[in-house]
């Protein structure tokens, strides 16, 4: 059985089309078999639970979210108290209809990391891949919306999904669904999701994702993160506006004329189209993902070139730079065709600069 998993060069342009057509759409969107070449199993879900160092990132819902001590014992070892699974307790929940929450399984699983830096690539967003596993029961969370957009990808078996249009558009972070009442009866979508089928749900859009009964079921909810005006506005007052005189100003009196100064100062600086320019520049940089440590080119001087993969890589849309890890290449044109054959097209061909592929992997640019 495979353990590492693998993706086909043919489910990068499938993928590519799905976001294309869906990414800011703010419509739920069904694409049949797009990703059903992953060999995706239980041994990879097995190994990111064998794996865990902590159990922050573990949940188990059966009905209502259950405490740790319902499947997790404390023990003492080697002079200190530690955590662990409890096999039995954790095959009887399952058993019993509970649903097993996994979040963050981009830094968990190989192949899971590929998918969310394949979505981040044509999203030009940072992801995260929180995973549902269960057979049976009666879900999770019931009900709601999110605060971000979604691709929820199915990966083992199937899985039915209510998709119900919002009643608050485009909430922030801060605004939960549990908080607004208001809540539509009738869906506009009622789909049986399978294995490699991805839905596409907009941030605001209810929907309940609900197991089938007697049927296992694994997908990932691929959260899509870009940015907002609030986010743009916020970084703005945070970053160029307290070397402003009247910023510092204490607000006193009718006039308030270092508020109005300030307000119209402001609206300049979140005109320019530099400020713009710097804060998307910014935003990139700070991109970061969890990439595989390719040991090999650091003790061993021939590189085996047939496997390796770039990772996180992202295209600045100012100019033909390629920010990847928070590193910026401004490249001449040949390693420009180099990136493009590789990253863009997904040729297989490699460029033969041993000293350059060295580098690049010890940046972490490629592995």
């Known amino acids: 059985m495979n353990l590492t998993g693998k993706i086909e060069n043919k489910n990068y342009e499938c993928l590519k089309a799905v976001v294309?057509?869906?990414?800011?759409?703010?419509?739920?969107?069904?694409y049949k078999s797009v990703l059903n070449e992953i060999d995706y199993n239980w041994k990879l879900f097995d190994n990111a639970l064998f794996c865990l160092s902590g159990f922050e990132d573990l949940s188990i819902y059966s009905k209502e979210k259950l405490t740790e001590s319902d499947y997790i014992e404390t023990y003492f070892n080697f002079g200190a108290y530690r955590k662990r699974i409890v096999p039995h307790k954790l095959s009887q929940l399952i058993q019993d209809g509970a649903s097993v929450v996994l979040n963050k399984m981009q830094n968990k699983c190989s192949i899971i990391s590929d998918i969310c830096q394949m979505f981040s690539k044509y999203t030009g967003c940072l992801t995260n891949a929180n995973s549902y596993a269960a057979r049976g029961g009666c879900g999770t969370f019931n009900m709601h919306w999110d605060s971000h957009d979604v691709y929820a990808v199915q990966l083992i078996g199937k899985k039915r999904w209510k998709i119900y249009p919002p009643t608050f558009i485009d909430p922030l972070p801060h605004q939960k669904s549990k908080n607004y009442p208001e809540r539509p009866t009738e869906p506009c979508l009622d789909i049986i999701l399978e294995a490699g089928d991805i839905l596409y749900i907009p941030r605001g859009w209810w929907h309940d994702a609900i197991p089938l009964d007697n049927q296992d079921t694994f997908h990932i909810a691929?959260?899509?993160?870009?940015?907002?005006?609030?986010?743009?506005?916020s970084w703005v007052l945070a970053n160029k506006m307290a070397d402003h005189v009247s910023v510092r100003d204490y607000i006193e009196g009718s006039e308030q004329k270092s508020l109005l100064h300030s307000l119209s100062i402001f609206s300049e600086i979140s005109s320019s189209e530099l400020v713009f320019r710097q804060f998307c520049e910014e935003h990139t940089k700070h991109i970061r993902y969890k990439t595989r440590i390719n040991t090999t080119a650091f003790f061993v001087d021939d590189v085996e070139m047939n496997n390796l993969k770039f990772n996180g890589v992202f295209r600045s849309q100012f100019n033909d730079a390629y920010i990847v890890n928070g590193v910026t290449f401004e490249t001449g044109p040949d390693f420009q065709e180099v990136f493009r054959e590789n990253v863009e097209n997904h040729n297989p061909t490699q460029p033969v600069d041993k000293t350059l592929i060295k580098n690049l992997i010890s940046f972490g640019i490629i592995s």
């Open 20 to 30: 294309d057509s869906s990414h800011l759409s703010k419509r739920s969107l069904l």
């Open 222 to 233: 691929i959260g899509v993160f870009p940015n907002t005006v609030l986010d743009f506005l």
